[in-house]
């Protein structure tokens, strides 16, 4: 069955980075498109970034955009989240998500399978 497991969370302090990835298996991973999501605690889930196929196309929530950088590795079946210059508003639980489609999409709604999750805290 599909499984995708994130790591890369932890703690860090205000300016700093952090890499998220998220290991898929069960099905063809350049089969699917891809996104990143946050959910901080009182709210509700959140689009981050997204990444079609290939990795030719990505799309950013304007708060991220510039910091963050998506990116895939279809011959290792992983996804990335690369995040610079994090400040305390990105603290959150973030999940990756596979959809059933090559075409990438902002809407959490149209997500098929989804990770654990993997818990930013950023410090200031």
Excluded: H
């Amino acid at each position: 069955q599909v499984r995708l497991v994130e790591s890369g969370g932890g703690l860090v302090q205000v300016g700093g980075s952090l890499t998220l990835s998220c290991l898929a298996s069960g099905y063809t991973f350049s089969d699917y498109a891809m996104g990143w999501f946050r959910q901080a605690p009182g709210k509700e889930r959140q689009f981050v970034a997204s990444i079609n196929w290939n990795g030719g196309i990505q799309l950013y929530e304007s708060s991220v955009k510039g910091r963050f950088t998506i990116s895939r590795d279809n011959a290792n079946n992983t996804l990335f989240l690369q995040m610079n210059n994090l400040n305390p508003e990105d603290t959150a639980v973030y999940y990756c998500a596979a959809r059933t489609s090559i075409a990438q999409n902002m809407n959490p709604s149209r997500y098929d399978y989804w990770g654990q999750g993997t818990q930013v805290t950023v410090s200031s």
